[in-house]
T-cell receptor, first 116, second 114 residues
Framework: AQKITQTQPGMFVQEKEAVTLDCTYDTSDPSYGLFWYKQPSSGEMIFLIYQGSYDQQNATEGRYSLNFQKARKSANLVISASQLGDSAMYFCAMREGDTGRRALTFGSGTRLQVQP | GAGVSQSPRYKVAKRGQDVALRCDPISGHVSLFWYQQALGQGPEFLTYFQNEAQLDKSGLPSDRFFAERPEGSVSTLKIQRTQQEDSAVYLC????????????FGPGTRLTVT
């Protein structure tokens, strides 16, 4: 079973509008972290936002917010006021547990295109 | 400050050649990760170092893949007898501590095996 599922291969949004990128995850570990990364065409993975499984509030970082619904095992990324520079691949990722393996498991990504 | 750097940025190898990919993590970062990203997919974990110790190599696809970090800073990923299926972008990431959650990624090395 996929641990991270991103069902939207591609998304279009008009400049200045908000967009939601979907992510669902699968884990039996009670402690985990969820991440969103942006990968522009240059290839570098840029960290956007983090949500811990025990965090009571949804994470926010500037124009980025994470809609964390633990019971549904979803961690959707919301980008408000889209900008042309937001056009990129977006990856949802998870790290399970507080100890041991620290690697991230990534989804297959969503390509976001912001249109003027 | 300087981020994670990787070299070379691009590498073309003929099938059967050995290659070595270098990663310079952010100075002082304890943890170092290697990931492999095939075209159109998300990165997949290869191996993890804490200082010089390789604590997890469960993602290495075969014994042709070998990674080291002898002094706890620079790391090298070596692929022996390259195959076409090894063609991918190899990403290196580092994080400050053993339990720090944020990983900082380098620009990657794009390996093409012909």
């Amino acid at each position: 079973a996929q641990k991270i599922t991103q069902t939207q291969p591609g998304m279009f949004v008009q400049e200045k509008e908000a967009v939601t990128l979907d992510c669902t995850y699968d884990t039996s570990d009670p402690s985990y972290g969820l991440f969103w990364y942006k990968q522009p065409s240059s290839g570098e993975m840029i960290f956007l936002i983090y949500q811990g499984s025990y965090d009571q509030q949804n994470a926010t970082e500037g124009r980025y917010s994470l809609n964390f619904q633990k019971a549904r095992k979803s961690a959707n990324l919301v980008i408000s006021a889209s900008q042309l520079g937001d056009s990129a691949m977006y990856f949802c990722a998870m790290r399970e547990g507080d100890t041991g393996r620290r690697a991230l498991t990534f989804g297959s990504g969503t390509r976001l295109q912001v249109q003027p | 400050g300087a981020g994670v750097s990787q070299s070379p940025r691009y590498k073309v190898a003929k099938r059967g050649q050995d290659v070595a990919l270098r990663c310079d993590p952010i100075s002082g970062h304890v943890s170092l990760f290697w990931y492999q990203q095939a075209l159109g997919q998300g990165p997949e974990f290869l191996t993890y170092f804490q200082n010089e110790a390789q604590l997890d190599k469960s993602g290495l696809p075969s014994d042709r893949f070998f990674a080291e970090r002898p002094e706890g800073s620079v790391s090298t990923l070596k692929i022996q007898r390259t195959q076409q299926e090894d063609s991918a972008v190899y990403l290196c990431a580092s994080s400050l501590g053993a339990i720090s959650y944020e990983q900082y990624f380098g620009p990657g090395t794009r390996l093409t095996v012909t």
